[in-house]
């Protein structure tokens, strides 16, 4: 730790020190976007969450409209005072319209289904700096997976799954690193049978994940389905045809020039194979036709 990183660290512990024996108005900023501090919290779950709140990413989050520290006792009660009193994180369903509540309880419904049965909504989405599915790059998709299975390496995150690297538990594919990098891990690992982002959740163990590759590298294709959800999420119209026209999928996508190159080879070859047999069997009946009788 440098110097200032150093001078940082003491200064927000005086702070907080000073606040909690006059038990003032708390401001927020000094301890939750002071980034030499960084302090962290194991929930109920476990799993460690930061309490570091970057204020870049939390503006780009699903709450970034609450941009004040007066904002965050909309959601964090009793924390308006230091030392912080005794309170529970607040569930998603408690503040939201009764639509937005009805899906949060379905998706709690299909996680108490899944391997992640014991986990919370916070354990995986950071309520300061989450976005909704449509809007994040496949890296903080991802991102929200690795923070546990972090490579296979115990430690790597919070939790540390496994002992080997994730292409070791992907041997089975023959384009596993590939398929590592550019697809969502949920693709694989989640169905598809019911609606969108309830179905996401039921994260399966890994026998019952997808290993087919028909399921994937066809028209019908699981990603095809898994985008179009995206897009509707997004506002975005379009069905399996419209998106399979917009991105190359193999096995999936139609090209309607490639197809008619093939055509046209395919057509090619049978009549080049027609054309010799029919070349042969003429130069045959010439042959025997200048042998002396």
């Known amino acids: 730790m440098g110097l200032k990183s150093f001078a940082g660290v003491l200064l927000s512990v005086g702070v907080v020190i000073a606040a909690g024996a006059a038990a003032e108005a708390v401001d927020c900023k000094r301890c939750h ?26 503006k780009k989050s699903w709450h970034g409209s609450l941009s004040s520290e007066s904002d965050c006792i909309v959601c964090h009660d009793g924390v308006d005072r230091f030392p912080h009193g005794p309170q529970l994180a607040p569930r998603c369903w408690d503040c939201h319209t009764e639509d937005l509540r009805r899906t949060f309880r379905a998706i709690a419904a299909t996680v108490s289904e899944s391997v992640h049965f014991a986990l919370g909504c916070g354990d995986c989405h950071d309520p300061h700096r989450g976005r909704a599915a449509a809007k994040m790059t496949l890296e903080e998709k ?30 089975w594919h023959p384009q596993a690193e590939l398929h ?13 049978e ?27 294709s699981k990603v095809a389905d898994y985008l179009i959800d995206l897009k509707a999420s997004a506002g975005v119209g379009g069905g399996r045809e419209d998106l399979l026209e917009r991105i190359y999928l193999v ?41 002396p009788s």
């Open 194 to 220: 019911e609606a969108g982002d309830i179905d996401k959740h039921r994260v399966l163990e890994k026998a019952r994940a997808t290993r087919r590759c028909d399921i994937c590298h066809t028209s019908d």
């Open 142 to 171: 991802n991102g929200l997976c690795l923070r546990c299975h972090a490579h296979g390496k115990p430690g790597a995150g919070p939790v540390g799954v496994g002992s080997l690297p994730l292409p070791a538990y992907h041997a």
């Open 33 to 58: 976007q002071n980034p030499p501090l960084r302090p962290s919290l194991k929930g109920p779950t476990g799993v460690a969450r930061s309490l570091y709140i970057d204020p870049e990413a939390f």
């Open 251 to 291: 096995g999936g996508t139609r090209s309607r020039a490639v197809e008619g190159v093939g055509r046209t080879a395919a057509l090619l070859s049978v009549l080049g194979v027609l054309l010799h047999a029919a070349g042969r069997l003429v130069c045959a009946h010439v042959r025997s036709h200048r042998r």
């Open 180 to 192: 590592l990098e550019r697809m969502a891990c949920v693709v694989c690992h989640t169905t598809l």
